[in-house]
């Protein structure tokens, strides 16, 4: 072999090296795209994006409003402890729950989607992100009956903050299903959905703080009721552009609030045990099916109905 086959030899085999290492490099952002879709993740991700710049609170009004600019002050001193906080939720997660084995091609697949921009994918990324938060915020306030501290305090406003926001984005993606005039009620419907939690909250601590060594309270049934109408009336007014009732999406939706109370009443007694962070994988699990529903209608309201 001479020295020119030698040369060529070396060149293609360089060749070689340099594409495997560019294609390693595209499947590695890619899987890291999907890896944002898992657990706790998303809602890192949220807090460390909002802190770069500030939080929105336009377009709110009211309570909501008030929420949104109380998490805005000393957004900065806070996010580092929400961080903090957010890595040992992660870790807790780890440790008591196992997941699920997935493929590498449903990885790909699902990271291609987040990149692609579709909808349906920007549905699950958002209520993905939506289930997260809603865990944080009952971790800091149902977890403890100990009077909340103004550290506690500012780190319960600012999940409370991205999840007003998150509903906002979600009515904008569902606008295909209400006229114009419609929207600023589905947007309320969506924003209810979260303060109405909050009062949940809120109202569960004031009733079982009064007697702490007491047997323990469930959630209010006016409120638990007015939540569960919340959703009815979401779905009820997403129907009315097709005409259809859409009992998948119902369920779905009922199902969704039914996970989501499920862990939040096992906080109230056993902390964030083993079967909270369970009750919490399963609503989690759930996510890619509520967000496949909402976007099924969404194309039947854009098809004009059918």
């Known amino acids: 072999m001479d020295d020119d086959q030698k040369r060529f030899i070396v060149i293609l085999v ?15 952002i890619v899987y890291a795209m ?11 991700s949220t807090v460390r994006r909002k802190i770069k ?5 336009k377009g709110l009004k009211g309570q909501a409003r008030k929420v949104a600019n109380n998490a805005v002050k000393g957004v900065k001193s806070i996010a580092s402890k929400v961080r903090s906080d957010l890595r040992m939720l992660a870790k807790q997660f780890r440790e008591q729950i196992k997941t699920k084995s997935k493929t ?20 699950d990324q958002l209520w993905t992100q939506h289930v997260n938060l809603t865990f944080y915020y009952g971790a ?21 903050s991205q999840l007003l926001q998150i509903q906002q984005d979600l009515s904008d993606l569902m606008k295909t299903c209400v006229s114009e005039s419609e929207r600023p009620t589905l947007t309320q419907l969506l924003k209810d959905h979260i303060m109405i939690v909050a009062q949940i909250a809120s109202k569960w601590r004031e009733a079982q703080s009064k007697n ?6 469930g959630f209010d049934t ?7 109408k919340n959703a009815q009336d979401t779905v009820t007014l997403l129907e009315s552009r ?15 609030l039914d996970q989501t109370a499920a862990y939040l009443s096992e906080m109230t007694k056993t902390k964030t045990s083993k079967r909270t962070f369970e009750l919490f994988a399963e609503a989690l699990d759930h996510v890619p099916m509520l967000a496949s529903t909402f976007c099924t209608q969404m194309i039947a309201c854009s098809s004009g109905g059918g």
Request: some cysteine; proline content about 6%; overall charge positive.
């Open 212 to 217: 702490p060594t007491g047997p323990l309270h």
């Open 222 to 228: 006016d409120l638990v009721q007015a939540w569960y």
């Open 34 to 44: 999907a890896k944002v879709k898992q657990v706790i993740a998303p809602l890192r």
């Open 14 to 28: 360089l060749l070689v090296l340099l594409v495997v290492i560019f294609l390693g490099v595209v499947f590695a």
């Open 53 to 57: 710049g500030v939080v929105k609170v």
């Open 104 to 123: 590498m091609k449903s990885k790909l697949d699902r990271g291609m989607a987040i990149l692609s921009g579709d909808p349906c994918s920007k549905l």
């Open 242 to 256: 097709t005409g259809h009732q859409n009992n998948h999406l119902r369920n779905a939706y009922k199902s969704h």
């Open 140 to 160: 800091l306030a149902l977890t403890s009956l100990d009077p909340i501290t103004q550290e506690q305090k500012a780190k319960m406003d600012w999940p409370a």
